[in-house]
């Protein structure tokens, strides 16, 4: 189970790797990273001109404002906390069920142990065979004695 919170994780990881994040440029941020902006070229103090991987350009975008950088940073580190809690969950549950098929192993093995080992004996035995006839149908049914 600690493999499914890695994939949880690499998941998130990949997916916010796709797309553009906070890039510090001249001192300020910027979305970028992204695949329409691969590279950059400084336009003004506060906007860049984003190209993509064959250098063409794909528009400019503005520099981010301090206090949305601030709120961006907020949803990242809540974020984060909400990918550990999940990893946690995920371990729990994984321990939970672990310990649940140890108990249930046991409980067979147990039952297993407690089978009576008791065999009939191979060869000649006493037995009754009674058979009835009715019109031209017979059953017969042979026991023991």
Known sequence: MKRAALAVAALTLTACASGPTPMIMNGRYYMAGDAVCVRYTVLTPTRIMCHDRKGVAQGYRDAIPH???????????????????????????????????QAAAASYNQTLRSMPTTTQPIGPQQTQTTCLVNGQYVSCRTRPQ
């Open 67 to 101: 206090e949305t950088m601030a709120i961006y940073a907020q949803q990242q580190a809540l974020a984060s906390q909400q990918i550990g809690e999940l990893a946690n969950q995920l371990n729990q549950t994984a321990d939970s069920i672990a310990r649940s098929n």
